[in-house]
Every structure is written in C-alpha cells, then in structure tokens.
C-alpha cells in the first residue's frame, strides 16, 4: 500500500476521533445547563425528520399520495404501539392496496 494512501486514512481517523473525543474531555465533570440539554436531546429527532421528510414527499414522481399513505399508516401503526416489523409490514400492506386502487 501507498505511502500517501496510509497518511490519507490515519487522517481521516484522526479528523473522525478528534470531534468526537473533545466533548467528553471538555465537558467531563460539567453538567450543561438544562436550556441547552433540551436543545441537544431533540437534535437526533429533528435529523431523523429532516432525512425521512423529503423522501415521503418525493418518494413517487407525480403522486404525492403514495409517500402520505405510506408515512400515515406508518405514523398511526407506531402510536398504537406496533412492533418495527408490523409498522413496515402494515405500511407496505397499505402501498399495496393503495397501488391496487389507483
């Protein structure tokens, strides 16, 4: 292997590691004030929207319905309190039906 491509993954490790050690070393034995732990426990939430949102809406060109019935099957199925498996299972039950109908 080449010498430049060992250099180019020992710093891509370093650049990976460094952002994700200094928080813990900065902050160890510091309690950030609630305000700010309000704002960082909704961050994994928020990205997970952010990723999944687009894609419901342009999921089939031209049919905006397909993605809607898809995310609200999907949406109710959850909040009744469904297992992973029945949540996508039911989804892909409701496309099939939905694609049936139309």
């Given at each position: 292997?080449?010498?430049?491509?060992?250099?180019?993954?020992?710093?891509?490790?370093?650049?990976?590691?460094?952002?994700?050690?200094?928080?813990?070393?900065?902050?160890?034995?510091?309690?950030?004030?609630?305000?700010?732990?309000?704002?960082?426990?909704?961050?994994?939430?928020?990205?997970?929207?952010?990723l999944?949102?687009?894609?419901?809406?342009?999921?089939?060109?031209?049919?905006?319905?397909?993605?809607?019935?898809?995310?609200?099957?999907?949406?109710?199925?959850?909040?009744?309190?469904?297992?992973?498996?029945?949540?996508?299972l039911?989804?892909?039950?409701?496309?099939?039906?939905?694609?049936?109908?139309?």
């Amino acid at each position: 292997m080449r010498n430049e491509i060992v250099l180019m993954i020992v710093g891509m490790g370093l650049v990976t590691y460094i952002p994700r050690m200094l928080p813990f070393v900065l902050f160890k034995g510091k309690e950030l004030p609630p305000f700010i732990q309000g704002i960082l426990k909704n961050v994994p939430y928020a990205t997970l929207g952010a990723l999944i949102f687009p894609g419901i809406l342009l999921i089939q060109k031209g049919d905006i319905w397909y993605g809607i019935v898809g995310a609200a099957t999907a949406f109710i199925t959850a909040f009744l309190g469904a297992n992973v498996i029945v949540v996508v299972l039911g989804s892909i039950a409701a496309l099939a039906v939905y694609s049936y109908l139309m």
